[in-house]
């Protein structure tokens, strides 16, 4: 039996910057890995399928888990049989990266287990078949992103806590992204930018966020409350950091909805993953 951590991200901000021909949009963004974890085990049985316990809602085929599986599979040296396990506390559908973090998680595990031997930049090529924002955690650092969130550069950030409340309800993707008031032509910035004056750097689906969302109103105008409250990737999570002179046992405590008190990380706690054969 493996059993490993699968972090979360946060998007510090989030400006789309353009479209490309075939639909997909350009962005800049900074992705922040922060301690709160789903756990993955990793249990190798006698036939050679592949069972994922704790995602009863989502369908085998549609798996990122699953999907993940099978990529790597005609590289498997030693294939074998798994019953894989999820302890889920990334709420799905926050914009917290819970599913491609699982996704990027089983590859870097069955990499070694099965001994595909493939190097970190071919696992990323395959984390980015299964979803622009999968690489970030095969990768296992924070990193200002362009092109489609796939084009990745490597930062450090000042370690800090923060505070995200994940609202009761659902976001469509499909439906932000869909709306003609969206924010499409950001001006292309740079790290140093943000280093100067992250305060002016925002999330373009906010607006449309509040407005189709009560329940992201609500959160996001109880944070602002305490400081300045951002939406994460497409949401429906909101966070704000932390400062010194917050009580945050009474914020916490009175929070709308669901309140998680996290920090941030340097760097995934499976960067230096490796198994002892």
């Not at 005609?74 to 798994?82: F, I, M, S, W, Y």
């Not at 914009?95 to 001994?115: D, M």
């Not at 370690?159 to 439906?175: A, G, H």
């Amino acid at each position: 039996m493996i059993r490993v951590p699968s972090p979360a991200k946060i998007n510090l901000f989030l400006h789309i910057t353009g479209r490309r021909k075939n639909g997909y949009h350009e962005l800049q963004t900074i992705f922040q890995l922060i301690d709160l974890y789903d756990w993955m085990s990793f249990e190798i049985t006698q036939d050679d399928s592949i069972k994922i316990e704790g995602l009863a809602a989502v369908q085998l085929e549609q798996n990122l888990i699953y999907r993940a599986a099978q990529l790597l599979l005609p590289h498997a040296k030693q294939p074998c049989g798994l019953n894989i396990h999820i302890e889920k506390n990334i709420p799905m559908g926050a914009g917290l990266g819970g599913g491609s973090s699982n996704a990027a998680t089983t590859l870097i595990v069955l990499n070694q287990l099965w001994q595909c031997d493939l190097t970190e930049q071919q696992l990323a090529a395959y984390a980015l078949q299964l979803g622009a924002d999968v690489p970030i955690f095969v990768f296992g650092r924070n990193a200002w992103a362009e092109g489609i969130g796939e084009q990745l550069s490597f930062i450090d950030l000042s370690p800090k806590q923060y505070i995200v409340l994940k609202p009761d309800c659902f976001i469509s993707t499909q439906q932000l992204f869909s709306q003609k008031s969206l924010t499409r032509d950001s001006k292309i910035t740079t790290f140093c930018a943000y280093q100067l004056e992250p305060s002016l750097f925002g999330n373009n689906f906010e607006p449309l966020a509040r407005q189709l969302y009560p329940e992201v109103e609500e959160a996001m105008h109880y944070l602002d409350q305490f400081g300045q409250a951002k939406l994460t990737g497409t949401g429906a999570c909101v966070f704000i950091e932390v400062t010194a002179e917050m009580n945050l046992e009474q914020i916490l405590q009175h929070a709308p909805c669901q309140a998680y008190l996290v920090n941030a990380l340097a760097e995934s706690p499976l960067r230096h993953f490796s198994m002892i054969r």
